[in-house]
């Protein structure tokens, strides 16, 4: 069965629409393979506006390594903003993907990326527009399988109505895992239907199908247990660790977009994983243990993906990218080579030490020196311990003023604010930071031409981490703190003017705690949010609080919880979380303990440099750190003429 | 700088949704995959020196679109087409470079002749509309611009109009046997601009001609107007005059 194009009637509404560009597909390294010769066809997701979702790293590896078996095709499909919206519901245009603009109904799978829980109500419209039942329960064999993925899909809980199925971890292999399961089971004739391909897929314990579990509750509303309702299906689901990421140097044909993207420029992820052991840092938490990409790898990935791309601007990836163990040498190897070429390197690294700044150094040979950013994330020294952020006032000081010295003019510090156990004095301190800082930097420089901006968002406690148990703190808390910071720093006469403050109200981060911690009771209120005209809420224009609020009350009526249930109430050690029998490899007691260890004010070291400290993952997973130094260096490149 | 190089480039099918920044990354980006040894601007942030001429608007085709490269060593035309056209995607096709001689390549685009597909048009009412618009002496269209609503005669830079009628090309919704007028016209390059947008509304003002769908636009030439057949001719013949290609 052939499908056909919906470009002819989608191109009618274009004219009517904002930068209809988005929607047309034809980027440079896309791919469209013939519908009839393919078996089994994804479409992938990101499900937020194109401008932000085309350069994900997630999605087009993905979409390129699968479109590298022959027996697959993927097209990618992204949210459309309401404007088209409107007109695809006025005249029946259901939602396409952008390749070659076919019906994601036709699809066997639809696979979604959530690197945010902020993304669950634009899912709802791609579903409703693509003519798939919101509910997992109500499809039939015409409808694709609904796959999330990334990081938010370590608690799918929330979306456990709308998704037929969940990936935890690295995508790369189970992605071609999935293919081949679905591959085989159409080949023998599709037995036992739609169930029958998702429990092949649960069986093999690294896809979880949320419908193949029953959840009960207690009757104060906590969950009393998660349970397998059919033989085969294993009672915990695990997370997928890629172990060799030279092995997988993607992507190697990068998406070149004629639209404006928010992200302009070819990334290469330099390792994958973190042991730092920040608490509040789910990515570091469930991405575990590190392993590097060589640098030699890096060098032919960046060469590539410049030629392949035309790009001038590479960015090193990672989740701290100066503690590659070579890195030093990947910086100058990589400033070498394309000195005096127009090409840009940047490292998005806020570590809080002078080779950080070594570093920044290198990479702006080829560019300006603007600002460098910092993370210190507590403004207290104390709130650093809580967090494990091992950075002293010392250290920033020292730091910033090598910073200063060297020719930087603008500082960026980042924080947060709502951190268990935080107390006003912690979010002051911020300010104390920041005006010694600035002193430093005067000092240093001699000239009070020197800036410093503050940056501070809002914690939001996340699954699989040791804050997990926490409390998130209420919104009008965070609101007083920031309030009051910023008045200290306003009425600062000396340093106030040098200060620049930058922050959110903290009302988004409820909803975002809500959706982070959430059980499957929490999936009401999305449905209801989203048939209230609830759309792209990442974005502060089209987000409401109060929709949220008000759609929670209703949705969350006759039932024992509410949102502060969710969001503001600390958890006992054995309460049940909705994600238990998911498993990121993290062992629950360590967790619990780094938990207590955060409160008592005791940090905790990285496994990279000192001995092994438990925490599960590696044991768990059967992974293993994996870092150099390999010794070797980045020869320049021959010039082709 | 060694050398200047003038470029015709088509924007086709799907890629006419492109807006002219959209335009200049896509061939930023092609110059530098293609190695093209493209000059940069001096100063804090350089930038290639790449400049167009009368780009066509988000939304419309054309065959017919010139920009200017400025490289730092001697290319073959010829060869830059071939590295320029493969680097670009399709649907940005490069069909013409020559070596730049003298004079301003924006100074040779006096105006364009312009192609506009109505399909499910009414024919008879289209050659009403035309006859009507033409004898106009003046016909005052009103166009939202970045500066507010502007109004403008859209009759003056409209050097000639005509209707014709073809069979629907079968891609275009409402299906095949059905009639497609087309409108061919040639506009003067003026301030303020007139696009092919203004004289559609001017033909819906003075006759009440208004297509049911959407119009398709492309153009299909710029350059001088040519006195004898009142179309634009090549606006880089002057450059290839005397060249060695
Ligand atoms: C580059 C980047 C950005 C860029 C580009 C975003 C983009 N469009 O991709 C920008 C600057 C725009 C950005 C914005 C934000 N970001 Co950001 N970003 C990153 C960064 C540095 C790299 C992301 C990346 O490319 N990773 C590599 C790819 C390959 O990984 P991946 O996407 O997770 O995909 C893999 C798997 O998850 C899986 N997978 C993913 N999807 C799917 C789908 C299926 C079906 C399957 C089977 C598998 C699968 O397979 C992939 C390959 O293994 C990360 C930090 C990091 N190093 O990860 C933060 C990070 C992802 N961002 C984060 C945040 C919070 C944000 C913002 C919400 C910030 C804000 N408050 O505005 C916004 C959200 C934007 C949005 N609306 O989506 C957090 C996420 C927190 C968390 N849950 O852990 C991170 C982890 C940083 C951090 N340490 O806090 N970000
Ligand atoms: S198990 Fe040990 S080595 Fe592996 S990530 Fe955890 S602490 Fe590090």
Redesign the pocket.
């Known amino acids: 069965m052939s499908v056909e194009s919906l470009f002819p009637r989608l191109e009618a509404l274009l004219p009517k629409v904002q930068k209809p560009i988005q929607y047309v597909g034809g980027e440079l390294n896309s791919t469209v393979k013939d519908w009839d010769e393919a078996t089994v066809r994804w479409a ?1 997701m ?1 499900p ?1 506006a194109y401008e ?2 085309l ?5 087009q ?2 979409y390129e390594i699968l479109n590298e078996l022959p027996e697959t095709l993927a097209e990618r499909t992204y949210a459309v903003w309401p404007d088209l919206e409107r007109l695809m519901r006025a005249e029946g245009v259901p939602q396409f993907t952008v390749d070659a603009h076919r019906p994601v109904r036709a699809f066997d799978v639809l ?6 829980e ?2 669950y109500t634009n899912m709802l419209t791609a579903l409703d527009l693509a003519g798939i039942p919101l509910s997992a329960a109500d499809r039939g064999p015409d409808d694709p399988i609904v ?7 370590f608690n799918p809980e929330p979306i456990a109505d709308f998704v037929d199925a969940a ?1 935890l ?4 292999q ?2 071609i895992a ?1 293919s081949e399961v679905i591959r085989e089971w159409k080949a023998e004739g599709e037995p036992g239907g739609r169930d029958g391909v998702l429990l092949r897929l649960a069986e093999t314990g690294g896809v979880y199908v949320p419908r193949f579990y029953d959840v009960e509750y207690l009757p104060d509303g906590r969950i009393k247990r998660v349970v397998p309702n059919r033989s085969g299906v294993p009672s915990r689901v695990f997370k997928h660790t ?1 172990m060799d990421l030279d092995e997988w140097p993607y992507p190697k044909k990068p998406l070149v977009p004629l639209a404006e993207t ?2 302009e420029r070819f ?1 290469v ?1 330099i390792f994958r994983g973190c042991t730092r052991g920040c608490r509040f ?4 938490m ?2 575990r243990p590190v392993r590097e990409r060589s640098i030699t790898t890096i060098g032919a990935m960046v060469d590539n993906g410049i030629r392949e791309s035309g790009f001038s601007e590479v960015g090193l ?3 701290s990218s100066a503690d590659h163990s070579e890195i030093g040498e990947v910086a100058k190897g990589l400033a070498d080579r394309y000195e005096g070429s127009n090409v840009s390197l940047s490292l ?1 690294s806020t570590r809080v030490d002078a080779f950080n700044i070594d570093l920044a150094n290198e990479f702006s040979r080829n560019g300006r020196r603007s600002g460098l950013t910092f993370a210190p994330e507590g403004g207290s020294e104390r709130m650093r311990k809580v967090i494990n952020k091992m950075v002293s006032e010392e250290d920033l000081i020292r730091t910033v003023t090598t910073a200063y010295s060297q020719g930087w003019r603008q500082v960026k510090l980042y924080f947060m604010c709502g951190l268990p156990t935080e107390e006003d004095v912690d979010v002051l301190g911020i300010a104390d930071l920041a005006r010694k800082v600035i002193q430093a930097g005067r000092e240093a420089t001699g000239s009070r031409d020197v800036r410093c901006t503050v940056s501070i ?1 809002g914690f939001v406690p ?1 699954p699989h981490t040791p804050f997990q148990w926490a409390a998130q703190a209420d919104h009008e808390t965070v609101d007083r703190r920031l309030r009051e910071l910023r008045n200290t720093l306003r009425n600062d006469k000396q340093y106030g003017k040098a200060i620049g403050m930058r922050y959110h109200d903290g009302k988004p981060s409820i909803v975002e705690g809500l959706l982070s911690r959430g059980d499957r009771r929490v999936g009401k209120i999305i449905r209801a949010v989203w048939e209230d005209g609830g759309r792209f809420d ?1 974005w502060s224009e089209h987000f409401s609080y109060d929709r949220w609020m008000t759609c929670a009350a209703k949705a969350l009526d006759g039932e024992p919880v509410d949102v502060d249930w969710y969001t503001v109430r600390e958890r006992e050690e054995h309460e049940v979380l909705p994600w238990d029998h998911l498993d990121a490899g993290l062992d629950r007691e360590w967790l619990w303990q780094d938990w207590q260890d955060a409160v008592n004010d005791v940090e905790v070291e990285d496994c990279r440099w000192t001995p092994c400290y438990d925490c599960g993952v590696c044991p768990t997973m059967g992974t293993e750190i994996q870092i150099g130094p390999t010794g070797r260096k980045l020869l320049p490149l021959t010039v082709v003429s | 700088m060694a050398q200047r190089l003038r470029v015709r480039y088509a924007k086709r099918g799907r890629l006419r949704f492109t807006s002219h920044r959209d335009i200049s990354r896509a061939v930023e980006r092609a110059v530098r995959r293609a190695d093209i040894p493209v000059a940069f601007s001096a100063g804090f942030s350089p930038h290639p020196r790449i400049s167009y001429a009368g780009a066509a608007p988000t939304g419309v085709a054309s065959e017919a679109e010139y920009l200017e490269i400025a490289v730092t060593r001697p290319c073959r035309p010829q060869e830059l087409r071939a590295a320029l056209d493969a680097s670009l995607p399709p649907g940005l096709d490069v069909l013409d470079v020559v070596e730049a001689r003298a004079g301003s390549l924006a100074d040779r685009l006096e105006g364009s002749l312009w192609e506009v597909r109505l399909p499910g048009a009414d024919p008879a009412a289209a050659e009403g509309a035309v006859k009507e618009f033409m004898t106009a002496g003046e016909v005052a269209v009103e166009r939202l611009t970045k500066k507010g609503m502007r109004n403008f005669d859209a009759r003056g830079a409209v050097a000639s109009l005509v209707s014709l009628t073809a069979d629907q090309d079968d891609h275009v919704e409402g299906g095949p046997n059905q009639s497609c007028v087309i409108l061919r016209m040639v506009v003067r390059h003026e301030t303020p601009a007139v696009r092919p947008d203004d004289v559609l509304m001017g033909l819906r003002l003075v006759a009440d001609f208004a297509p049911p769908s959407p119009p398709s636009v492309t153009r299909l030439a710029q350059g001088p107007l040519d006195a004898s057949t009142g179309e634009p001719a090549d606006p880089l013949e002057a450059d290839r005059v005397g060249g060695d290609q």
């Open positions: 992938l990101y937020d932000v979702g350069p994900n790293q997630g999605v590896i993905l696979g979604l990326s959530f690197s945010t902020l993304g796959l999330a993925g990334g990081h938010a899909a990936v971890g690295d995508g790369e189970i992605a999935i890629v928010v992200h990334s992820e840092c789910q990515a570091g469930i991405t990836l990672s989740l998005p968002g996340k990442g």
